[in-house]
């Protein structure tokens, strides 16, 4: 979920939008990519822990760690700069009790084993050995308890962009044109409850909340001076019924988009 980009940022020019947002929706493009990132760097707080695969572990948090802090410094993403940085000094600082050991097999021996390997000693099995058994227990779990519960917040039924088809308000039809986003009248529905309205060349923000098939949109400042809230009834993905400003009844039909004009609202389902 991590770099699920916003629907109505997809539909912002190209030229116009930040470093950040431009590396942001290149990663958010593919969720098997990020299921492929997250699971290594799952695997390497795994590894890490124990004696045997640790140094396999901190050799594969050198590479991921110190692409992220270049990606996060050459493009922008100052919140998490101090983070990844933090975990590459890590990495570093565990890899000290390794260097001679890598200066003689990588550089020495040419990547190749040329000796015997030390017969790994014993140890009486204490608690203290245990503690890397009951981390990799608690550690997947705990992450599996979070992810399901981010993931389950968002409507998915809800969540997508969706062109204004007719727009009623009392007894009067309502003639929309185009917004500054996207080709049509439009309105996006975003997992972090923002609503954007993009109608009349302008773009209007928002944030909504939803409970069964009710949602009530306030918005940031009055939409052309006449409306500041809806308050409405969602059904099928095409039908917006209710009240604006808590008085006026309104009507209006909306269409999701297919995933062809917005690749967004399919990825998620």
């Known amino acids: 979920m991590q770099f699920r980009n916003l629907h109505y940022k997809s539909f912002i020019p ?19 990519y990020n299921l492929f990132i997250g699971s290594i760097e799952f695997l390497i707080g795994i590894l890490v822990v124990f004696k045997r695969t640790r140094l396999i572990a901190l050799l594969l948090s050198l590479g991921v760690c ?13 919140f998490a700069i101090q983070h990844a940085s933090f975990d590459l000094i890590i990495t570093l600082l565990l890899l000290i009790d ?3 050991d890598l200066y003689v097999f990588f550089i020495e021996f040419g990547g190749k084993l040329k000796s015997q390997v030390n017969q790994v000693s014993t140890t009486k099995y204490t608690f203290f050995k245990k503690l890397p058994y009951v981390y990799v227990v608690i550690f997947p779990i705990g992450y599996f308890i979070f992810a399901y519960y981010l993931v389950s917040s968002v409507n ?32 996006f529905f975003e997992h ?60 209006i039909k909306i269409e999701r988009l297919s995933p062809k004009k917005d690749y967004l609202n399919n990825m998620y389902q």
């Open 98 to 100: 390794y260097q001679k």
């Open 192 to 251: 972090n409850n923002m609503v954007v309205l993009s109608i009349n060349d302008s773009v209007y923000y928002g944030r909504y909340s939803a409970e069964n098939n009710q949602i009530n949109m306030q918005f940031k400042r009055p939409i052309d001076q006449k409306i500041s809230s809806i308050k409405a009834e969602f059904k099928d993905n095409s039908f917006l019924k209710g009240k604006i400003n808590d008085s006026i009844a309104v009507d």
């Open 156 to 187: 998915e039924k809800l969540v997508g962009s969706y062109e204004i088809k007719d727009f009623y308000a009392g007894k009067n039809y309502f003639a929309v044109k185009k917004g500054k986003l996207g080709p049509t009248p439009m309105i």
């Open 66 to 78: 110190t692409n992220i802090v270049i990606l996060n410094i050459e493009f922008d993403i100052d």
């Open 14 to 32: 190209l030229a116009e939008i930040s470093k950040t947002q431009h590396m942001w929706s290149f990663f958010g493009r593919s969720h098997n």
